[in-house]
Nanobody, 120 residues
């Protein structure tokens, strides 16, 4: 079955860094668009970053541009989110998402989330 397992979250001070990872299985990872979302308490889920199957032209929400980098390794079925210069407003539950493009219609899968807390 499809599994998306996030890791790498934790507590970090403002200005610090974290690297989130998402291990995928059960679908054709190399032909899927991978995304990171986040949801802070009391707020709607927000798309943070997207990377296509080829890894070209990643998308970032304006608030993380220049600080976060999304990457993928199609040989290991993993996607990462490198987060630098973290701010308290980055505190949220971060979710890995897969948009599987080998089906009609495309299917969406979600991980269970990993908590990121930025606080001094």
């Amino acid at each position: 079955q499809v599994q998306l397992v996030e890791s790498g979250g934790g507590l970090v001070q403002p200005g610090g860094s974290l690297r989130l990872s998402c291990a995928a299985s059960g679908f054709t990872f190399s032909r899927s668009t991978m995304r990171w979302y986040r949801q802070a308490p009391g707020k709607e889920r927000e798309l943070v970053a997207t990377i296509t199957s080829a890894g070209s032209t990643p998308y970032y929400v304006d608030s993380v541009k220049g600080r976060f980098t999304i990457s993928r390794d199609n040989t290991k079925n993993t996607v990462h989110l490198q987060m630098n210069s973290l701010k308290p407003e980055d505190t949220a539950l971060y979710y890995c998402n897969a948009l599987v493009l080998t089906t009609i219609p495309p299917l969406n899968y979600w991980g269970q989330g990993t908590q990121v807390t930025v606080s001094s």
